[in-house]
């Protein structure tokens, strides 16, 4: 009989030993524990067709019911990241001077972050993420997606890591608020901006904040017995 949800065989490709497991577990962590955030970038372009697959390596994440309720715009238009660099910095020159808490400012500080942003016309890509918080049916009833800000967030933890395994690099940068960006890319009403990610290569005198990742004892809990 045929079944109405067809499911389809899956198959490990791999089928690595367990010495292989710990050596490519090992390769992995020594390759990601690599990734920085950078705020200075380099404005040496490099081929759209890289961007292009990085987004739909992003867009390979799980989601919520399969819903993959994203959508990523690629801006390489000088005109329109200056646009975006000029209304980011007007959200950010009130949050510095009024919206964030002196806690807040404190805790940044070894980040050297202010209201200015000129990496978002330096950078020759900026990726712009929007969740996709319901879908219009046709006929234009709306159908909720799920698990929106967790789907959203593995697909961008995925464009990450694949950036990162290009010798690239990316900021997850979070103006706040992002409303502009669903104006100056003129995004439909069932999407809101999540992240504003520059990527491309590091600038030659580029600099990372001296800070340290939290230990294996300090993340991770064991319960064996
Ligand atoms: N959005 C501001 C502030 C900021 C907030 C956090 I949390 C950071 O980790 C870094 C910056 C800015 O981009 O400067």
Redesign the pocket.
Known sequence: MECEHKHISYKNELNLSEEELIAESETILLALKKRRSLRFFSDKTFPAEVIENVVMAASTAPSGANKQPWTFCIVSSPELKKQIRIAAEEE?RI?YASRMSEEWKED?KP?A?NWQKPFLEIAPYLIIVFKRVYEFEIGGKKHQNYYVNESVGLACGFLLSAIHKLGLVALT????PMDFLTKILERPSNERPYLLIPVGYPADDATVPDIQRKSKKDVLIWYQH
Request: proline letters at 11%.
């Open positions: 950010e949050s940044l980040f972050t940068h979070t103006p706040s």
